[in-house]
């Protein structure tokens, strides 16, 4: 509308009423946007932050899901979809007890959505398979929090020391 009202003015541009009016319309207009904008960008860090706190969580998450992912190796009948981990994900989340901190409630929910998970696979594994779930689950737990030594899980899985150079 500004430009339109620019190329048709005729005269002097400062005695037109409506177009200064438009254009002082135009600049509130205009600092309103950005003000929203700063509110935004100021928003996204703190949502930025806040996600970032919760990723120890959705690095169990990950664990956890790869862990029964590899129970179809030793049962092809062992197959859970992402769908189904999702949707308990999600389950484990709304039914943790609440807390006010985060750390506190990270820990919650690492520890009811394992337990939760735990649970649920294990009724539907053999009984000859849930002691071989339960070592690899501690296992892959223990190796997300850097609690075992990569080179002593590797002498117990194989036998071989690491070679040291001479």
Same mark, same amino acid.
């Given at each position: =509308?500004?430009?339109?009202?620019?190329?048709?003015?005729?005269?002097?541009?400062? *005695?037109?009423?409506?177009? @200064?009016?438009?254009?002082?319309?135009?600049?509130?207009?205009?600092? %309103?946007?950005?003000? =929203?904008?700063?509110?935004? =960008?100021?928003?996204?860090?703190?949502?930025?932050?806040? #996600?970032?706190?919760? #990723?120890?969580?959705a690095t169990r998450g990950? @664990?956890?899901?790869?862990? @029964?992912?590899?129970?179809?190796?030793?049962?092809?009948?062992?197959?859970?979809?992402?769908? !189904?981990? $999702? $949707?308990?994900?999600?389950?484990?989340?709304?039914?943790? %007890?609440? #807390?006010? &901190?985060?750390?506190? #409630?990270?820990?919650?929910?690492?520890?009811?959505?394992?337990?939760?998970?735990?649970?649920?696979?294990? /009724?539907?594994?053999?009984? =000859?398979?849930?002691?071989?779930?339960?070592?690899?689950?501690? @296992?892959?737990?223990?190796?997300?929090? *850097?609690?075992?030594?990569?080179?002593? !899980? /590797?002498?117990?899985?194989? $036998?071989?020391?690491?070679?040291?150079? &001479?």
């Amino acid at each position: =509308k500004i430009l339109y009202m620019l190329s048709n003015s005729t005269g002097n541009i400062l *005695d037109d009423a409506e177009l @200064i009016e438009t254009l002082a319309t135009s600049k509130i207009t205009s600092q %309103e946007i950005n003000a =929203k904008v700063a509110e935004a =960008k100021e928003t996204e860090l703190e949502i930025d932050s806040t #996600r970032e706190l919760y #990723r120890p969580f959705a690095t169990r998450g990950s @664990i956890l899901y790869f862990c @029964i992912a590899d129970l179809m190796v030793i049962d092809p009948m062992y197959q859970y979809s992402l769908q !189904w981990y $999702g $949707g308990l994900f999600s389950q484990g989340i709304l039914n943790s %007890e609440p #807390r006010p &901190d985060v750390p506190a #409630r990270l820990e919650v929910l690492k520890d009811f959505f394992t337990y939760l998970l735990y649970e649920n696979i294990c /009724r539907s594994l053999f009984e =000859k398979h849930k002691l071989l779930f339960s070592f690899n689950l501690c @296992i892959k737990i223990m190796q997300g929090d *850097d609690l075992i030594d990569a080179e002593e !899980w /590797r002498f117990l899985l194989t $036998g071989q020391a690491h070679k040291v150079p &001479d």
